[in-house]
């Protein structure tokens, strides 16, 4: 809560920027793209056209950041009790060696990595990551809309504390994470330093991350680092402008749809599928897989 003042000012900052753009008046609508133009890689790229904010949306987000605030404080003696209960058996001792901050770092990004890709990958994570890109903006805004059953995927970081990382080094790796990506939802800034775009996750490249052209779909998935996605062939450069959101948007900005929508959508195909196969095909397969017809 302490950097509540700091997201409000700077959100306050980045929506005045925006408002001045020129390029809002020459704002053409995304929805009237064909496939074709959306998924064109030919170069040189679109220039940068903000969408900018729309309040509804904000509010939605908003609250989204408070039920994730009060999940994560329920949750948090369970989370905290389980690393500390993995570092009493740890297998070494890395959280003291020399640099032990920055590896903290590194590793914890490099999980988060394939945290944040199976999230895409798998319908069931989906179902929670899901919240986050429902927005049809980007703005800072949109990296306050937070999901609300992030402690599905706390398993993955487990590793941290078994090889000696201190359950207070990786606290602190997953909140400098957290906030890192904070900055990175915005349109007011278009391409940095060639050095920064190649190995750090920047507003281009996270604008990709949220857009919903197909050659956009299940790509940079980084939280600091670009170089796990240059690495394991997930990265995207931006070319085509962005079309924000999902390939099916849900249109709504309750959040109670927005958080949970998915879930329920998830429980009524796994009910309605027929045989132990496409139920868990449902729960465990990519998103939008359904079952073949020919197999039912």
């Keep these: ?7 409000v000012a700077t959100m306050m900052a980045e ?4 408002r001045e753009r020129s ?11 064909t496939p074709e133009q959306l998924s064109d890689t030919s170069p040189p790229p679109d220039p940068l056209i903000p969408v900018g904010y729309e309040p509804r949306d904000t509010k939605a987000s908003l609250t ?4 994730n605030i009060a999940l994560n404080l329920a949750w948090a003696g369970l989370v905290g009790r389980a690393s500390r209960a993995i570092f009493g058996r740890r297998i070494a001792n890395v959280g003291q060696a020399k640099g032990a901050f920055v590896a903290s770092m590194v590793v914890w990004d490099f999980l988060y990595y394939w945290s944040h890709r199976w999230q895409h990958e798998r319908r069931l994570f ?6 986050h890109h429902s927005s049809e903006h980007y703005n800072l805004s949109t990296a306050l809309r937070q999901p609300w059953a ?3 995927l706390s398993w993955v970081y487990w590793p941290m504390p078994l090889v000696g990382f201190t359950p207070a080094q990786t606290a602190k790796a997953s909140q400098l994470n957290l906030l890192y990506q904070y900055w990175i939802h915005t349109e007011a800034i278009d391409r940095m330093a060639p050095v920064a775009e190649a190995t750090l996750n920047t507003p281009s490249h996270h604008r990709v991350h949220h857009g919903a052209n197909p050659q956009y779909l299940d790509k940079n998935y980084g939280g600091i680092l670009i170089l ?15 079309k924000y ?7 709504t900005f309750a959040p109670l749809t927005i958080g949970y929508g998915e879930f329920g959508a998830m429980v009524h195909d796994v009910s309605s599928a027929k045989g132990w196969r496409n139920k868990v095909g449902h729960v465990w397969k990519r998103p939008g897989w359904k079952p073949d017809p020919t197999h039912a």
């Design 1 to 7: 809560m302490v950097t509540l003042p700091f997201f």
């Design 15 to 18: 929506a005045k920027v925006l």
């Design 23 to 33: 390029e809002l008046r020459e704002l053409g609508d995304l929805d009237h793209w």
């Design 64 to 67: 989204m950041l408070a039920g």
């Design 126 to 131: 989906w179902a929670n990551h899901v919240a």
């Design 150 to 152: 992030g402690i599905m």
């Design 228 to 242: 796990w996605d240059r690495l394991f062939g997930t990265f995207e450069p931006e070319v085509r402008r962005v």
């Design 245 to 251: 959101g999902l390939t099916k948007n849900i249109k």
